[in-house]
């Protein structure tokens, strides 16, 4: 690799965030790893071609355009044999930017076990256990249920760190009563896990659990009524698969009163440059 490249997701471009927080959000990623000594590749599919590093009006139209689909892993094929438009999940991104040699990825909230469904657990989590890379993001998405994906993170042999904190962020607030068991303070810290890792021939992720910046964190209690009333509102509806993340993410921030958007932002933009910094150590080393 002749530069620190960060591999960053288009899902929560295109089914994540809505018009035109979405945009502003991946240019403003775009713009916290190259602050922080890195440089940026937006990972999507553009009518079938695999785009390791999608262009600002690539970014724009896959902001606004209808009919993207939204890929994990499986999907990745179909969406190039058919010459579709498609944004790349976690799991998808993942894969595509290893490809590359990309090392170093971040995210808001990776994909888990849902709560409300019977059955629903991401493809993120099977990614992350076979796929060399270090994720950061700002813990599981707080719609899920935190304590089965821990324990799945578990089971599949995903390396789980909490950054400068013990206890598991949970996405819009910066704790949960989940201790994570490893803390580390440094981006030379995770860095070196990671060589470590690689050297020992221990495939899979090192995902990093970023705590949200306080200043946008909103309190357990008030989070949790919203999150219970989404997904009741998801059951009634009959939402589910692939729409159900995108379903509960907007219905957050619509009862909220864009407070969960805000909260979004600012920990994609917090993730971005942690990436930044842990991608330039890891050059540097
Ligand atoms: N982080 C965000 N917003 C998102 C996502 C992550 O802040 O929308 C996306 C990621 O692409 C992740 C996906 O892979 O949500 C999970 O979808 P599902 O629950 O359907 O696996
Ligand atoms: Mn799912």
Do not use: C
């Amino acid at each position: 690799m002749d530069k620190a490249y960060v591999a960053l997701e288009s899902t929560v471009i295109a089914h994540g965030l809505p018009w035109p927080a979405n945009f502003e959000t991946a240019v403003a990623m775009e713009e916290e790893v190259k602050k922080n000594g890195s440089v940026p590749r937006t990972i999507g599919i553009i009518g079938g071609e695999i785009k390791i590093g999608i262009t600002r009006d690539e970014i724009k139209y896959l902001s606004t355009a209808k009919n993207v689909m939204k890929v994990g892993t499986a999907e990745i094929a179909v969406a190039v044999a058919l010459k579709k438009d498609a944004a790349t999940t976690v799991s998808a991104t993942m894969k595509l930017a290893a490809r590359e040699g990309i090392e170093v990825f971040a995210t808001g909230g990776i994909g888990g076990v849902h709560k409300g469904v019977e059955w629903d657990v991401s493809q993120d989590i099977v990614e992350l256990s076979k796929t060399n890379m270090i994720v950061v993001s700002a813990g599981v998405k707080s719609i899920l249920d935190v304590e089965k994906t821990l324990e799945f993170l578990e089971t599949f042999q995903v390396t789980v760190v909490g950054y400068r904190t013990d206890r598991f962020p949970l996405f819009h607030t910066r704790f949960s009563k989940f201790p994570v068991n490893i803390t580390v303070n440094t981006p030379e810290e995770i860095a070196a896990i990671f060589e470590e890792k690689k050297r020992l021939g221990i495939e899979g992720a090192i995902l990093v659990a970023n705590p949200i910046p306080t200043e946008y964190e909103i309190p357990h209690y008030e989070l949790m009524k919203y999150i219970e009333t989404a997904i009741t509102e998801a059951t009634s509806k009959n939402i589910s698969g692939k729409s159900l993340t995108p379903f509960l993410l907007n219905r957050l921030g619509e009862l909220s009163d864009g407070k969960t958007l805000e909260a979004n932002i600012a920990l994609l933009k917090n993730n971005a440059a942690l990436a930044g910094q842990i991608a330039k150590v890891l050059k540097e080393l």
